[in-house]
């Protein structure tokens, strides 16, 4: 079992930044890629950015292009979600998840994913 904690959230205003944390514990945290994926109110949930095992390759939605940097300190057992130019439209929960499989689905499937955090809510006010 991964267990994956998000801290970070809140209200902030628009044209802020904020930044997430998701901390891991359970297993090898290189063993696993990470994603971080939000809800908007009556909204699917969607995926926001993934980074690989050793945190060479990133992957991103395009609603947070130029603006959202995922990173990962293997160390510390803990991924990022630095968010900046935050819009009315970023406000949802954020989920991080971890996934152990290279194969298959791609990185914005959230069946890809095998692990889920509780969310954090970030609100932004225009």
């Known amino acids: 079992q991964v267990q994956l904690v998000e801290s970070g959230g809140g209200l902030v205003q628009a044209g802020g930044s904020l930044r997430l944390s998701c901390a891991a514990s359970?297993?090898?945290?290189?063993?696993?890629?990470m994603g971080w994926f939000r809800q908007a109110p009556g909204k699917e949930r969607e995926f926001v950015q993934a980074?690989?095992?050793?945190?060479?390759?990133?992957y991103y939605a395009d609603s947070v292009k130029g603006r959202f940097t995922i990173s990962r300190d293997n160390a510390k057992s803990t991924v990022y979600l630095q968010m900046n130019s935050l819009k009315p439209e970023d406000t949802a929960v954020y989920y991080c998840?971890?996934?152990?499989?290279?194969?298959?689905?791609?990185?914005?499937?959230?069946?890809?994913?095998?692990?889920w955090g509780q969310g954090t809510q970030v609100t932004v006010s225009s």
């Open positions: 359970g297993r090898t945290f290189t063993d696993y890629a």
């Open positions: 980074i690989s095992w050793s945190g060479g390759n990133t």
């Open positions: 998840a971890a996934r152990w499989s290279a194969s298959g689905r791609s990185w914005s499937d959230q069946r890809a994913y095998d692990y």
